[in-house]
């Protein structure tokens, strides 16, 4: 009636400890009150003491019926001091809130929400209706939580109803007051006891899957850290109870670890084993971890909760920079690259990710394996990177860590290998100190070496900055006047004692300083002291070299070795980064000289100077974020840095693993070619209208009906009715992906698939584009600025665009598909003056350099002239490139308009109206009659008529002259004179480009091995002259003609394709020997070593073979 549970626990523990002995002679273990409500529909309290503990209440059992506490596993919150908030018996289910504060940590306030029932059969929604109940009393108690801190908070810094403009928000200041965030580390546990139901772990899995995704973000409001289900039943295969344990530490990935109770080892002297979780493996969909087994697998099933979980420190530092802490970013590459598989994919791996981390050794393996290495050593070539199979997580001492990852994506269902390299953000700040840049280099290289995709993961703030803290808590001052140092400082100095422990060890030395032998320059007190020591004037600090490194300019000489690297690294292979934190300085660069970057959308600004620093170099508040500086939306999508912009972490990953589906394991491997489920022989339906401008995306990935309305013709389109209904376009449906789209928008760019084959893919935009450019805060002066760019032209920032992805396309070995519809280079002063004649001319190069086959297509409705032309026709590197034309397409110097200006001028058009005009031709025979009889009145009248007739038949002249000039530019005269390959219809253009494709992906593959054979006696070009002639003899007379049979031939084993090899391989060997042998000063102590060489074989067949052909190739 009084409502004091502890008054009622005093006199119980008192009452019952009158009769302590009875009570244990008895052996009474326990002693249970269960005291009515004074509302009848109350539940009774109940109150539980433990023999024990002399009776004293067992506090974990209060209110919980003592058949039930064993399946609450309450004692496994022995870690903390807990006391009960609430207890509520709802129709299904007790659930029990307690309030919990670690023993070694009173500040550190968390819930602990557990819920039992007993029902002889049980259903998921049950389980839902329980959670639900949990969650229902945890936001309850938090809000009481909450508002005992905002009492509290207002007590303590006496804040009044008038609160101060600018002060910190709740959240900030109960941090900065040490209160407890109530909204983290919960954990809700429901017991479910149901023995004769009878439940698989991997239906149960799915089941409390299902659960905490629908819940998510209640969870994630709540801070529920842990939910955890214990199904007390009949476990299929398996003993009970089960135990699923559910966790999101990332906040995008779900874990689920899965347990059974079962035996463990005996221990003691009762000869009865000891009760253990043990993991059930079951489908890793639901898992993605790095491993199979839980973290409880093999632990006590009485084993107390931890206080923090493991990486949770690591977790809340990288959170404080909006990051997560980088091991985690192993369960979102695995979920990404499920996310890829189809579900119904039989072939889809149980794991799609396998991880490996490198770790730096001596390349000595007599050297210790953890012995402390520098960069010294990796300058001096005493190191190198290596797999480490069994290195825990969690366990590198530097910022920086690297893998070795197999991701089984189903371009590789076997597997591929990637190197990922990481900031971890947890260690200085993600600093790039001189240990951070050996493993990034030493990493770089690993990747470089196989020929494997580099990926980096960026978050960190630039090189490592430092000062010796010995010499700084060392140093004296030498005033200018000892009683008033406002006066300043002459130098600063050290005492024999600090000299001789900071500059006098060799391998210690941490400072330079020099004797002061002047008295006049002595410290006043040092002068007027007898037999004083001496003293030392500073000049240099170096730092400890063992305990102080990394204090300077060496991270920057690090910085410049991975910003070399890098640069190579993107020449070599493939390189991606992946900005998930924000990059700073020598971060930064990384990011640009990796070129493709992905970007977080969002706190992941790519910048050199933070911008508090930028303010007080400036003097004013100018910058309120990094954001304004280096954000994704704000600075780098637009000007080109960052290819993609990606909502959050999970995004990133996803982007990422989409991105490597296009790009071939190995550099110079064969391309990941898939099944297309988009037939290659299908037509093109997407046709753009006459004289309207349209999305170019849309001709070649095709829209539905409703996106194509009034821009493309729905002629050919059976159920145009249909504003669902797919109009097909020239790739693969569902395949495109651009990149750099927030960037010279006159250009689109990007990457696709033709009939599962991947390629890159260059577009013109025929729609009028803006460029903007923001104004500075900094600037006062300066405002936003919007121009509007024309489509169907290249401006400076278009044409750099174009080569950028040309020599992306390049680094990822892609063919290239350029759909030019462009009519020439903007040439005004503002953009000559922007390099309009610089970017246009990169074109040229990297089309130069490129090595994949590269189609130049001009799509129906499109043209090319003038410069555009120039820059990319196929005589810029023939033995790769081929342009066609659709049968509506045009290309020439000039536009018909501007030709018939030059070329068909007024003069011209009058003399075709006085060829061809009948009514003019009868006016004229008249002026000469007239002429002749000497009648210039009449003549007169009759010019004038003339005249007339001219202006009138002028208009309709000069488009009879527009259409005779695009006569010259039409696709028939371009294949005539040999400008264009073939003219292709738009209709058959996929088919068509399909096996155009994969037979110039087959040439190109057995030319490549004809010139590695030839050893420098065979160009490319030659190459192909030779296959042709080789297949034209062997009988494969539509060679030229039919690309599916010349496919078939140069895939297939033939005889002559053979021979053909060991004659260049012959030829290509007599060319390297005789190189050898006639660059030497002495030519027979070459042919003397050669043959030398060749009796060091062990095979003495062999050496007389090899000795007797090369006599006879030389006799």
Known sequence: EEGDDDLFVERCVSALRVKLDILKNAQVRRVTFLVAAPDDLAPPAIYTFRAKSDFAEDVFFRYIEPPHAYYLDLVRLRNFS?????????????????????????????????????????????????????????????????????????????????????SKSFSTASKSKGLSNVRSKNHVFLAIVARSTLVSPAAAREAVAVLCRRYAEKLRQLGVAEVEVKLTCQVLGHSSPLHIVASNPTGFVLRLDTYVEEDGEIVGDDERPIRIFRSVDVDPALNAQAHNEGDWDGMDVSSAYEVESKFAKKRAIAANSDCLYCYDYISLFEAAIREQWPAENSKRPARCVDFVELVVVPTDANEAPQFNWTAADHAAGLLCIIPEPHRPPGTNKIGMVAWDAVFKTPEYPNGRSVIIIANDITIKAGSFGTREDVLFDLASQYARSRGLPRLYLAANSGARIGLSSKVRDAFQIKWKQDDDPTLGFDYLYLNTEQHDALCTSINHKACEARIVSEPEQLPEAVRKTKGAPAIYRLTDVYGDSFTESDLGVENLRGSGCIAGESSRAYRDIFTLTLVVGRSVGIGAYLVRLGHRTIQRAQTSPIILTGYQAL???????????????????EIMYPNGVTHLVAIDHIDVVRSA??????????????????????????????????????????????????????????????NSNDENAWIPGFFDKDTLMETLAGWAKTVVVGRARLGGIPVGFIVTENRTAEAQHPA????????????????????????????????????????????????????????????ILKFGAHIVDKLVAFSQPVFIYIPPLAELRGGAWVVIDPTINLDIMEMYAADTARGGVLEPQGIVE????????????????????????????????????????????????????????????????????????????????????WRQARAFFYHRLQRR??????????????????????????????????????????????????????????????????????????QIINSSLSPTATANALFNAISSLPDAERQSQLKSAIKKQFS
């Open 776 to 835: 500075d805060p900094a600037d006062p002066t300066s405002s936003e600025k919007v121009t509007n760019q024309a489509g169907m032209v290249w401006f400076p920032d278009s044409a750099h665009k174009t080569a950028q992805a040309i020599s992306d396309f390049s680094a990822e070995d892609l063919p290239l598909f350029i759909f030019a519809n462009w009519r020439g280079f903007s040439g005004g002063q503002r953009d000559m003056f922007d390099e």
């Open 657 to 718: 693993i989409k991105w490597l589906s296009y790009v071939p394991e190995r550099r110079g491997s064969p391309l990941p070619i898939i099944t297309s489920i988009d037939p290659t022989e299908r037509p093109i339906l997407w046709r753009p209208k006459p004289n309207t401008p349209y999305d170019p995306r849309l001709l070649l990935a095709g829209s539905s009906v409703k996106d194509a309305q009034g821009v493309a013709d729905l002629s050919e389109i059976n």
């Open 82 to 166: 807990i006391r009960l908030a609430d207890a509520q018996q709802t129709l299904l289910s007790n659930v029990h809130c307690y309030v919990a504060t670690p023993r070694e940590k009173s500040d550190d306030m968390r819930f602990f929400v557990r819920s039992l029932t007993l029902a002889p059969d049980f259903a998921a929604s049950d389980a839902e209706r329980m959670l639900v109940e949990c969650l229902a009393v945890l936001e309850l108690q938090i809000g009481e939580a909450e508002k005992a801190q905002r009492i509290q908070l207002a007590r303590e810094t006496s804040l009044t109803s008038g609160k101060k403009k600018g």
């Open 615 to 633: 303010n007080k170099l400036l003097g004013r508040n100018v910058y309120t974020s990094n954001d304004q500086l280096g954000g994704a939306k």
């Open 1001 to 1074: 992906l087959a040439e190109f593959e057995a030319r490549n091995r004809l010139v590695s054979l030839g050893r420098g006696s065979i160009t490319p070009r030659t190459a192909s002259a030779q296959l042709r002639d080789t297949a034209l003899a062997a009988g494969i007379h539509s060679y030229d003609s039919d690309d599916k049979a010349a496919t078939a031939w140069l895939k297939s084993a033939h005889h002559e394709k053979i021979q053909l090899e060991t004659t260049v391989a012959t030829a290509g060997a007599k060319n390297a020997l005789y």
């Open 902 to 985: 030059i070329k068909f001028r007024e003069k011209d058009l009058k003399n075709t109206m006085h060829r061809l005009d009948n009514e003019i031709i009868r006016l004229d025979a008249q002026i000469a009659e007239a002429r002749r009889e000497a009648d210039s009145g009449r003549e007169a009248k009759l010019r004038a008529r003339v005249d007339a007739r001219e202006k009138l038949l002028l208009p309709v002249y000069t488009s009879v002259a527009v259409h005779f000039a695009d006569m010259h530019d039409t696709p028939g005269r371009m294949t005539h004179v040999g400008a264009i390959r073939a003219e292709v219809p």
